[in-house]
């Protein structure tokens, strides 16, 4: 078992990943995943900018990670409900920038939705995203978690590039949604 331990410390170490949690999430853990993000940025990152960007990032998914969740977790290979949102979240520097991955399982009916949202998100240049923005904004209109759908396309905004995601069927209610964003420098 401790040689396990020192092999994922080194996997770790050869992706550069600055982060890593799989759990459950509280909005204080949010919280204080933000600030050692944060405090590592700051550290490594010598641009405010590219800093400012990535933090803005890793907000959005940490939100979305706690606010658009179906609340399962897995017990013995058997999915059981969670009163506390559940999913996992990695921050690695690449050669290009940072990536932000993050998991969660959601409502298996709202896939087609979600999934015509990020490739209409995909679809447009920077210029008309900036306007769906706006738009998206000034419709006013709110889901039953409070979203809009600003946040998938305040993170494509802020990150420079395409959101890459993937569902996974779980059971007859519930898909894993996988995203990977790259924030380039």
């Not at 509280?26 to 919280?31: F, K, M, R």
């Not at 802020?158 to 995601?165: H, N, Q, V």
Request: aromatic letters at 8%; hydrophobic letters at 35%.
């Amino acid at each position: 078992m401790l040689q396990r331990i020192h092999d994922l410390y080194d996997e770790l170490e050869r992706h550069r990943v600055m982060l890593s949690f799989k759990g459950a999430l509280s909005p204080e853990l949010v919280t204080a995943l933000l600030g050692a993000v944060e405090r590592r940025m700051d550290l490594i990152e010598q641009d405010a900018r590219t800093r400012k960007r990535v933090f803005n990032v890793v907000m959005e998914c940490l939100q979305n990670l706690y606010h658009h969740n179906s609340n399962l977790t897995i017990g013995e290979g058997v999915p059981e409900a969670s009163t506390e949102p559940h999913g996992v979240v990695m921050i690695a520097q690449s050669d290009q920038g940072y990536q932000v991955l993050t998991g969660n399982f959601m409502a298996g009916a709202e896939v087609d939705r979600l999934k015509g949202h990020l490739d209409r998100i995909n679809a447009l240049p920077p210029e008309e995203l900036r306007e769906f923005y706006r738009e998206t904004l000034a419709d006013g209109t709110y889901s039953k978690n409070g979203g809009g759908g600003l946040g998938m396309i305040d993170i494509a905004r802020k990150s420079g590039g395409k959101l890459e995601y993937g569902f996974v069927p779980y059971d007859k209610d519930n898909a894993f949604f996988s995203l990977n964003v790259n924030v380039t420098t």
